[in-house]
């Protein structure tokens, strides 16, 4: 017995411990005693980097915010903190995961909580940085915050907003993705769970390497001699003079071989394709998903890259979709990544005409055009016929709706019953025809950086000695801060444009507001009790796939009186007649964008004093409301 009660002490000091130090565990991005960058998880490959820091990122908190540079998450959390103790009343800042690593994802829930619970009002949700290095992404979240909670109480649409709906902001979903991101010359796709991307059983083992130490990991391209010249597939582009820019050609008619900066580690031939990570948090969603290659088991199925081992396999995903789960009250998403740049929304594995309700394509149509009229985007529409077709393709390779598995959008409508999108921000600095040729391409992008970023978007060629190709160069576009996302210069533009596209999303969502609750009274000591209601919104308050897939209730409207009162039966002190249902509630469908409904019910009272009521018009994403009322003289 003595034995056994140590035997628990000790496994209750030890758990209290081990508690204790995740809580003061120190992140690598936050650790000053060490010069390398440690992600966790066992590979075939090194876990450690040296630790660089981007003159396009700001890893302090400065007194103001600002958008002239990128915010690490330590400081978009700063942020975040600050805001939360300003203004307890309308916001809440909380947990609501653990990433694969570890680290705690964050969230916020904005609304006038004076005016109600954040489940009883409409909603939106948006969300940044699924993807680890598409951080333009979580700076849109960034200045949507702060735009929203420095205008409350002083724009009247805004202040409307936050007091009768509610905004769910999670900036960063992948906060080791992008840490290792920022702070490292490291690029992945997502999580940083180890992934055998290149199918030789061994996991992460072929990273990239910052060979010049410049902390970024750019281009090599070799000049082909002898057999090389059979895999050449680069010829300087014609149209620049000083040699900067490389053009793709088929195989065996090129000049040229390029590769991502490093070595090969693995020996097989290919450079840097196992490097840390590799699963794509936006192919793991349970909608339409599809198993990696090398699983299917008959060779002629579909498969998708990324999609993870199952369905929410990672917990950066799961945490996504287990709080809409419970938070049916959300009608918009945009959960955003980078570049093409495009409002891209569902389908992703058909036709937009095959696939979706007429009335709900309609409005996502609309939501395509309001988003282009704010960020200007050269695309929108879906994933499976514009994103797939949206350029001309080579020679003799016409371009063809292609599908897209285990995709956000998908899940967001055919599941969630949601006007969802996953918009892809920033196009390369490919702004405008500058070289008259009809086209805007990458060449019209490397001119605007000359232009206008100060040629800082391209490194020039720069020869190397590599340990197995010999001589090199090393340059090409920057990956960070120019390929992939805003440079600092205009990031603030592509953040605002399309925050405010989804601000607009918001002030659209259903609104379901009482007209009038009336009493009359009828012979006989009974009453009439009608009441009617609009729903104000532009939206409805479920589109025809969430009325099929039964995410939302339709709305209900319940006259409630003390219990006490009509218990009893036949001797009950209040019977309410109509309706007859059981439950004395009326059910009323789902109300429309601008649509009025009524309801009505029947009360008889066998007793001489009033009787107290409230009514209450509940609807799952137009929101809830009560209003008491007297019954009786």
């Known amino acids: 017995m003595k034995s056994t009660s140590i035997t628990l002490f000790l496994l209750v000091f030890f758990s209290f411990l081990t508690r204790g130090q995740r809580s003061l565990e120190v992140w690598p991005e936050s650790d000053t005693t060490t010069t390398f960058y440690t992600v966790k998880g066992e ?17 302090v908190p400065k007194g103001t915010l600002t958008f002239d540079k990128f915010h690490t998450p330590d400081v978009i959390y700063h942020w975040y903190k600050k805001w939360a103790d300003q203004y307890p009343d309308l916001i809440d800042f909380y947990e609501v995961a653990r990433s694969f690593e570890g680290r705690p994802i964050y969230q916020m829930t904005l609304t006038n909580k004076k005016t109600g619970k954040d489940t009883d009002k409409p909603a939106a949700y948006f969300e940044g940085v699924r993807h680890s290095g598409e951080i333009t992404s979580s700076e849109s979240v960034l200045w949507l915050t702060k735009h929203l909670i420095e205008n409350y109480g002083k724009d009247p649409q805004i202040t409307a907003l936050i007091d009768t709906k509610t905004i769910y902001l999670r900036p960063i979903n992948n906060p080791d993705g992008v840490n290792l991101y920022m702070h490292t010359a490291q ?79 693995d020996k097989d031939g290919r450079y840097n394709e196992d490097g840390i990570g590799g699963l794509d948090l936006h192919r793991n969603y349970p909608e339409n998903w599809r198993p990696e290659p090398g699983v299917e088991a008959t060779g002629r199925g579909y498969t998708q890259r990324g999609a993870g081992p199952f369905p929410l396999s990672e917990t950066e ?67 499976y016929e514009t994103y797939a077709t949206r350029n001309s393709g080579g020679p003799g390779d016409p371009p063809k709706p292609s599908p897209l598995f285990g995709h956000g959008p998908d899940f967001g409508y055919f599941y969630y019953g949601a006007i969802w999108y996953g918009d892809e921000l920033w196009n390369g600095g490919r702004h405008e025809d500058l070289d008259g040729d009809g086209e805007i391409d990458v060449y019209d992008g490397y001119l605007w950086d000359q232009k206008n970023n100060g040629g800082r978007g391209y490194k020039p060629w720069t020869k190397f000695i590599h340990p197995d190709l010999g001589e090199v160069e090393i340059g090409g576009a920057h990956p960070k801060f120019f390929s992939q996302n805003a440079p600092p210069s205009v990031l603030e533009k592509w953040a605002k444009n399309q925050a405010l596209f989804n601000l607009a999303m918001s002030f659209e969502l259903p609104q379901l507001q009482f007209d009038d609750v009336a009493v009359k009274a009828l012979s006989n000591n009974e009453y009439e009790v009608t009441v009617s209601w609009t729903n104000t919104g532009k939206l409805p308050v479920a589109l025809e796939q969430a009325k099929l897939v039964k995410i939302v209730q339709e709305d209900q409207v319940l006259l409630d009186i003390d219990r006490k009162l009509l218990s009893g039966g036949e001797n009950a002190a ?15 469908g789902y109300t429309k964008a601008g649509e009025s409904k009524t309801a009505s019910f029947k009360v008889q009272l066998k007793q001489q004093q009033p009787v107290k009521a409230k009514i209450k018009l509940s609807s799952t994403r137009g929101g809830y409301l009560e209003r008491e009322i007297t019954i009786g003289n």
């Open 187 to 265: 690029r992945n796709r997502s999580t940083t769970r180890p992934d055998d991307n290149d199918g030789d059983g061994l996991y992460d083992e072929d990273p990239e390497e910052d060979l010049d130490g410049d902390g970024v990991i750019y281009q090599m391209r070799k000049k082909a001699v002898g057999d090389e010249l059979k895999r050449a597939n680069y010829v300087i582009d014609e149209r620049d003079a000083s040699g900067q820019l490389m053009k793709r050609v088929p195989e065996g008619e090129g000049e040229w071989l390029v590769y991502p900066e490093g070595v090969d580690n």
């Open 43 to 59: 590979r075939s490959g090194i876990s450690y980097f040296k630790k660089h820091q981007f003159e396009e990122v700001e890893y």
């Open 574 to 588: 209040v019977v309410i007649t109509s309706p007859e249902t059981r439950d004395k509630t009326f059910y009323a």
């Open 317 to 383: 995903t799961r945490s996504v979709v287990l709080w809409l789960l419970s938070h049916p009250n959300i009608s918009v998403v945009n959960s955003m990544d980078t570049s093409v740049p495009m409002h891209l929304r569902p389908p992703s594995t058909s036709k937009s005409a095959e696939s979706m309700f007429p009335e709900d394509l309609a409005i996502y149509k609309h939501m395509d055009s309001l988003g282009l009229s704010f960020t200007g985007y050269p695309w929108a529409g879906d994933v």
